[in-house]
């Protein structure tokens, strides 16, 4: 399985970025798939997960800011990210799990800055 997220960049605050992630091999009916971020000096943390079945999950600093969506068809997921904040600077990871394994991508990086 691979991840190839897209779509991070430099924008001020307030702006908005949609982020990408389209995964490609055995890709398996029941799985989850997440975004999840590690800001300068800070550890990895979730920001938002969907699972193919059962709820969306966000993280509570970006509750009412961000919107995880996920085209089963394509097998991408995407984030949607508005009202960004300075804090929000991080590269953030895509994540699919399925059958108790976690597949990673590289990262993209978001940087939010005037």
């Known amino acids: 399985v691979q991840l190839v997220e897209s779509g991070g960049g430099l924008v001020q605050p307030g702006g908005s970025l949609r982020l990408s992630c389209a995964a490609s091999g055995r890709i398996f009916g029941i799985n989850v798939m997440g975004w999840y971020r590690q800001g300068p000096g800070k550890q990895r943390e979730l920001v938002a997960t969907i699972p193919s079945i059962d709820t969306i999950n966000y993280a509570d600093s970006v509750k009412g800011r961000f919107t995880i969506s996920r085209d089963n068809a394509k097998n991408t997921v995407y984030l949607q990210m508005n009202s960004l904040k300075p804090e929000d600077t991080a590269v953030y990871y895509c994540?699919?799990?399925?059958?108790?394994?976690?597949?990673w991508g590289k990262g993209t990086q978001v940087t939010v800055s005037s």
């Open positions: 994540k699919l799990g399925q059958r108790g394994i976690d597949y």
